[in-house]
């Protein structure tokens, strides 16, 4: 028997999805979704870089499933490469249907942050120290 998928990476972000966030369909937009995605992403890249980071790509977008008024969106985040000053950070996005325990994938991308100093110029990633931020 095939086991069931489960989220990558660890739980950044968690929020529900309300009626003020969906399209004539009565579907959230997938604005909202990638807004929430590029926050979750912005947070593991700020605790990687012990500082400011900027969105510079989101690649490999995949939309997968509708998420719908009342699901408890998940987004996870895995960070799979750094280099002198960006990073590039797998994001995934989670739905934990209304009123159920269902959970299912709703979206995935990979996003490109780089690292800034205060005037918003690139600035190096710093090491990590036996797996930990130096």
């Known amino acids: 028997m095939e086991e069931a998928e489960a989220p990558q990476g660890n739980l950044t ?3 529900i999805a309300m009626p003020a966030d969906t399209n004539a369909n009565g579907d959230i937009f997938g604005g909202w979704v990638m807004s929430q995605m590029d926050q979750a992403g912005g947070i593991a890249g700020v605790e990687r870089a012990q500082g400011r980071v900027v969105t510079v790509a989101v690649d490999a977008m995949t939309f997968i499933r509708p998420v719908k008024v009342g ?12 280099g002198r000053t960006s990073m590039k950070i797998e994001v995934e996005a989670w739905a934990r249907r209304f009123r159920t325990q269902l959970r299912e994938k709703v979206t995935q991308a990979r996003f490109t942050f780089v690292s800034i100093d205060d005037q918003g110029r690139p600035r190096p990633v710093p090491p990590e120290v036996d797996g930990v931020s130096a």
């Open 71 to 82: 699901d408890v969106l998940c987004v996870y985040t895995r960070i799979t490469a750094v």
């Open 13 to 15: 972000v968690r929020t």
